[in-house]
């Protein structure tokens, strides 16, 4: 199991992110969660196995078809045993 934090920044808010982005994961079996930062940015966090986890981040930087993502930072961290995956 790998776990990544996540930060997304361009025009990623008001476009469907985090539905898309809940959808994506829900479909590959992933836990975890997103949300929009104050900032205008998103931030999710990815559990899972490595490759779903790695398909998870390469979708975040094209996202949705509305968005236009300017640059993703991924930090990788310790699982911690996400349950399901949210949209806060």
């Known amino acids: 199991m790998e776990r990544r934090h996540v930060i997304v920044r361009g ?3 008001g476009v ?3 539905a898309s982005c809940e959808q994506e994961a829900t479909r590959l079996g992933a836990t975890g969660w997103v949300a929009n930062r104050p900032d205008g940015s ?3 966090v990815f559990e ?5 986890v790695d398909q998870l981040v390469e979708w975040c930087r094209t996202g ?3 968005a236009a993502v300017s640059d993703v930072q991924v930090t990788e961290q310790q699982p911690v045993g996400e349950l399901g995956f949210e949209v806060r």
């Open 42 to 44: 998103v931030e999710a």
């Open 11 to 13: 025009t990623v808010q």
């Open 16 to 18: 469907f992110f985090r």
């Open 48 to 52: 899972g196995p490595a490759e779903v």
């Open 64 to 66: 949705p078809p509305r």
